[in-house]
């Protein structure tokens, strides 16, 4: 992925505020809901959301900054103490080595040792061609077996995968990078949630007299510029006017499958709870609920006719919704 920075368009000393800012401009520019007839538009704005978990995260941005973590989010190998960084893929026990034994094939003592590869050309060296061999001594030369001490690679790959809400709602099909650069396809699931691995079987590391490992790919959320996720649950904060709480109004309320009209009635009041059954993400067979919450908006700047029209109405129709506090 692109440097997290220059994908938000922020400067490296950019404050906490300003990221935020950034992203928030980003994902609503590039949401795939606003982008409907642009294929790209979902790359993006996975893009800006991977962006922001890095260095909209304060402890993964320092992280980052040092060189701890790529942009991906992954350790970067900083090297053995006193020594450079590992040029070998990592493997069991012992500083990330294979570990293998080496024991006399006709009653010798053996050694034990750890080495990345050519075992059998530096035995032939040493021993006389008998390396690799099981039995008895050949040309005079003592013969050695291999054993792998009961030793099992592991040959797993882990990746995360980020998805929208809508994707993860629908279902989808993405692809995804392995650390190898093998680039598959992978199918999700509808109702797929955060956290939630899925194995693909055979599609791991691959090392010889051993099966192949599996891939596992631990899903994640991404930011959502609208929606809260609660469980299987959503919240979403919706704006109206002070005429539609006063006179009552029907609004267009934004849903994971599109937007529906809710009907405000007369008299609502900011912190009044709508509850959208089977709106919410699906779980096992069923669905959540989003949960919408009115909050009354004022017009920009001062009018000076609706001050006029809310002291009249002052004058004449105090209320105290305070009372109770004291």
Same mark, same amino acid.
């Given at each position: 992925?692109?440097?997290?920075?220059?994908?938000?368009?922020v400067?490296?000393?950019?404050? /906490?505020?300003?990221i935020?800012?950034a992203?928030? $401009?980003?994902?609503?520019?590039?949401?795939?809901?606003?982008?409907?007839?642009?294929?790209k538009?979902?790359?993006?704005?996975?893009e +800006?959301?991977s962006?922001n978990?890095?260095i #909209?995260?304060e &402890?993964k941005?320092?992280?980052?900054?040092?060189?701890?973590?790529?942009?991906?989010g992954? *350790?970067?190998?900083?090297?053995? *103490?006193? #020594?450079? /960084?590992r040029?070998?893929?990592?493997g069991g026990?012992? !500083?990330?080595?294979?570990?293998?034994t080496?024991?006399?094939?006709?009653?010798g @003592?053996g050694f034990? @040792?750890? &080495?990345? =590869? !050519?075992?059998?050309?530096?035995?032939?060296?040493?021993?006389? %061609?008998?390396?690799g061999?099981?039995?008895?001594p050949?040309?005079g030369?003592? #013969?050695?077996?291999?054993?792998?001490?009961?030793f099992a690679?592991?040959?797993?790959?882990?990746?995360?995968?980020?998805?929208?809400l809508?994707?993860?709602?629908k279902?989808?099909?993405?692809? +995804?990078?392995?650390?190898?650069?093998?680039?598959?396809?992978?199918?999700?699931? &509808?109702?797929v949630?955060?956290?939630q691995q899925?194995?693909?079987?055979?599609q791991?590391e691959?090392?010889?007299?051993?099966?192949p490992?599996?891939?596992?790919?631990?899903?994640?959320?991404? /930011?959502?510029p609208?929606?809260? +996720?609660?469980?299987?649950?959503l919240?979403?904060e919706?704006?109206?006017?002070?005429?539609?709480a006063?006179?009552g109004a029907? +609004?267009?309320?934004?849903?994971?499958? =599109?937007?529906?009209?809710l009907?405000?009635? $007369?008299?609502?009041?900011s912190?009044?709870?709508?509850?959208?059954?089977?709106?919410?993400?699906? $779980?096992?067979?069923?669905?959540?609920?989003?949960?919408v919450?009115?909050?009354?908006?004022?017009?920009?700047?001062?009018? &000076?006719?609706?001050?006029?029209?809310?002291?009249k109405?002052r004058?004449?129709h105090p209320?105290?919704?305070?009372?109770?506090? %004291?």
């Open positions: 992925m692109r440097d997290p920075y220059e994908v938000l368009g400067q490296r000393d950019a404050s /906490a505020a300003a935020k800012s992203y928030r $401009k980003l994902a609503k520019k590039h949401h795939p809901d606003a982008n409907k007839n642009d294929p538009a979902a790359a993006r704005f996975s +800006v959301n962006a978990e890095i #909209g995260d &402890a941005r320092k992280q980052y900054d040092r060189g701890e973590i790529d942009a991906e992954k *350790p970067r190998f900083q090297g053995f *103490p006193g #020594g450079g /960084a040029g070998g893929r990592a026990p012992g !500083g990330g080595f294979e570990q293998y080496f024991r006399a094939g006709s009653g @003592g034990a @040792g750890g &080495a990345g =590869g !050519g075992f059998e050309d530096i035995l032939n060296s040493m021993f006389g %061609g008998a390396a061999m099981r039995g008895g050949r040309g030369a003592q #013969g050695f077996d291999f054993d792998t001490g009961g690679p592991d040959l797993d790959q882990s990746v995360a995968m980020t998805v929208t809508e994707e993860a709602a279902g989808t099909e993405k692809r +995804v990078r392995l650390p190898t650069g093998k680039e598959l396809n992978v199918k999700i699931p &509808a109702g949630g955060p956290g899925i194995r693909l079987k055979g791991g691959s090392a010889p007299g051993h099966r490992g599996d891939l596992l790919i631990t899903v994640n959320y991404a /930011a959502h609208h929606f809260k +996720v609660e469980g299987n649950d919240r979403l919706l704006p109206i006017t002070l005429y539609e006063v006179l029907k +609004v267009r309320v934004p849903t994971l499958t =599109g937007a529906i009209e009907s405000i009635p $007369k008299n609502t009041s912190g009044r709870i709508f509850r959208l059954k089977g709106k919410g993400l699906p $779980k096992n067979g069923a669905a959540g609920d989003l949960f919450t009115t909050r009354i908006v004022l017009p920009d700047g001062h009018d &000076a006719e609706l001050e006029a029209l809310m002291q109405w004058d004449g209320y105290h919704p305070r009372s109770d506090l %004291g």
